[in-house]
């Protein structure tokens, strides 16, 4: 540990979060969420222009709350780190507009980063007032990030310099797919604790939903990759069936056999990476970690293949603007040159693009 | 001094003065490079100016109407640097800019693309006696074919379609504004569109 560790702020704004965070070094400072799901709920999923106008509302209220919160005044900081993807354009370029001229204003270097890999650096921080801090995570880790818009299975040899993509969704991000079918259920948005809730009591077993991608062909060519789209499909066959029948649809072991078959699919190919890449560590990241029973799973199949599962504390899993700063104060530390300020906001922004 | 910063077009920063004029401008008329080079022009103004941020006493910043993806990255850029720098944030119209750089004392129309067949507009009777623009309808936005029923007596306005708005005419526009403590423009983003969603009517079939 040096000296003194950098002191960042981070700016995130791929999604529907508006998230300010500030961190020094490996201590977690501040983490200020200003969520526009709310405005989403009616149309049953992010609308994007929605997400951005929002963003610019919030931006400078979550500055004002994150450094107050965290007792830091702005010329203390050592740099701004700012997500510049992937995510949705609009909404990124409100954080990367913000960034660029809070750091041209305190005449601070800038780090633009990558949203995926921010997850993972999510977790070197040590949660204020948490108890005993964790043993400082260990490379080369798998890491499974699911999200709304994510569903992302990386081997990080480092953080900040060697993240490779195993495998990704080729249609629908699971969140996404907990919102469909939570809506053909008749439950509300945000879909995932919906259907949480809606499972509890239900007979997991009591339906066999398809597991995408997981036959022998399909795991030839797509490995590690997710598909989620025929799964909300066969949901949707499955109670319109009932539904024609005249039953009664039972909701809870639809909820529960459909969360089976998500947390099924995604341990799975997670175990199966950490497995033929020989390492013994997982980490999860995403929206969708706040998922009981993928939660449960993890831990039950970690176990049996002697793999160390990590899971940041739920604030830190959901999109948040301390992962972007604690990825950015772990490039500070290094010794990495700022980025240039000529970067722009990049929705498909690979993971092997760190820092953009 | 002021900063002025629009990018309710391509992107214009700009550093200016009073009594100096205009400091410093960088424009790029690209309407799809706002988030690239918002910072670069900052930088570049300051720079140029010689000023230093402690120097400025706020910032001027268009608030459309505009296309709201490239629109949102100007105001976003001039709010954070006025949080960062303590100063205060000074919206304006950008049509007024483009109506006080002309400065014109016949009635005017100006006109900037909105995209998807449709314009921006906003008329003007003349100047007053410190020559500000005085707007006498607008900002509004309607289809081209259109323009001629949305604006009272059109056919006595001269039409100025604009493809861009000068940072610096509309900083020295708020310098103006500030001198003659006239009111500035509603600290809100002019988007006059609502964002494009349809509610969805449910579910549908599969099978």
């Given amino acids: 540990m040096s000296a003194r560790e950098p002191l960042v702020l981070g700016i995130e704004t791929s999604c529907d979060e508006t998230g300010i965070g500030i961190v020094r070094g490996t201590t977690l400072l501040a983490n200020v969420i200003a969520s526009s799901m709310d405005e989403h709920a009616r149309y049953g999923g992010v609308v994007p222009e929605v997400a951005a106008r929002a963003h610019l509302e919030a931006l400078v209220p979550a500055l004002k709350q994150a450094l107050a919160e965290s007792g830091v005044a702005l010329d203390e900081l050592d740099a701004i780190a700012v997500t510049s993807g992937p995510g949705l354009s609009g909404a990124l370029m409100v954080g990367v507009g913000a960034a660029k001229a809070l750091a041209l204003s305190l005449g601070k270097p800038i780090y633009a980063v990558n949203h995926l890999v921010g997850h993972v650096g999510a977790d070197v921080l040590d949660s204020v007032g948490s108890g005993p801090s964790r043993p400082a995570i260990e490379y080369p880790t798998v890491a499974l990030l699911v999200s709304g818009g ?13 993240v490779e993509l195993l495998g990704e969704t080729i249609d629908d991000a699971a969140g996404e797919a907990f919102d469909k079918v939570a809506r053909l259920l008749g439950l509300p948005y945000p879909g995932g604790p919906e ?8 007979d997991p077993t009591a339906i066999r939903f398809p597991r995408g991608l997981s036959n022998p062909k399909d795991v030839e060519a797509h490995r590690y990759d997710f598909s989620f789209s025929g799964l909300k499909t066969a949901v949707a066959r499955w109670v319109e069936k009932a539904q024609d029948a005249g039953e009664a649809v039972p909701i809870a072991d639809v909820a529960a056999s459909f969360r089976e078959a998500v947390a099924d699919v995604l341990l799975t190919k997670a175990v199966a990476a950490c497995i033929d890449h020989g390492i013994p560590r997982l980490l999860l990241g995403g929206g969708v970690v706040a998922n009981a029973r993928l939660r449960e799973l993890a831990a039950e199949r970690c176990a049996a293949n002697g793999i160390e599962l990590r899971i940041p504390p739920l604030d830190l899993c959901t999109d948040n603007g301390a992962m972007i700063a604690a990825l950015g104060a772990q490039l500070v530390a290094a010794g990495r040159a700022p980025s240039d300020f000529d970067f722009g906001a990049d929705s498909t922004l690979p993971v092997t693009s760190i820092q953009a | 001094m002021l900063l002025a910063i629009d990018t309710s077009a391509g992107t214009s920063v700009a550093v200016v003065d009073r009594e100096g004029g205009v400091l410093a401008e960088h424009t790029e008329l690209d309407t799809r490079r706002h988030a690239e080079v918002i910072g670069t022009f900052i930088a570049a103004c ?17 608030m459309g109407p505009g296309p709201f993806t490239g629109l949102r990255v100007g105001i976003a850029a001039a709010r954070a640097f006025a949080f960062g720098a303590a100063r205060p944030v000074v919206p304006v119209i950008s049509h007024d800019a483009i109506a006080y750089e002309l400065g014109s004392a016949e009635p005017l129309l100006v006109v900037t693309d909105a995209r998807r067949r449709e314009v921006y507009w906003s008329a003007y009777s003349g100047i007053d006696a410190v020559g500000l623009p005085l707007r006498a309808a607008g900002p509004g936005l309607t289809r081209p074919d259109e323009l001629a029923a949305t604006v009272p007596e059109i056919d006595g306005y001269r039409r100025l379609d604009a493809a861009s708005v000068s940072a610096g005419a509309l900083g020295m526009l708020a310098e103006t504004l500030f001198y003659n403590r006239r009111p500035f423009a509603v600290d809100e983003a002019l988007y006059l569109r609502s964002p494009d969603v349809t509610l969805s009517s449910g579910p549908k079939r599969v099978s």
């Fill in chain 1, 195 to 202: 259907i949480d809730r809606a499972a509890a009591g239900g």
């Fill in chain 2, 46 to 62: 300051l720079s140029d100016s010689g000023v230093a941020v402690a120097e400025l006493s706020g910032v001027a910043v268009g």
């Fill in chain 1, 150 to 162: 994510h569903t992302s299975l990386l081997l990080v040899r480092d953080l900040i310099s060697d």
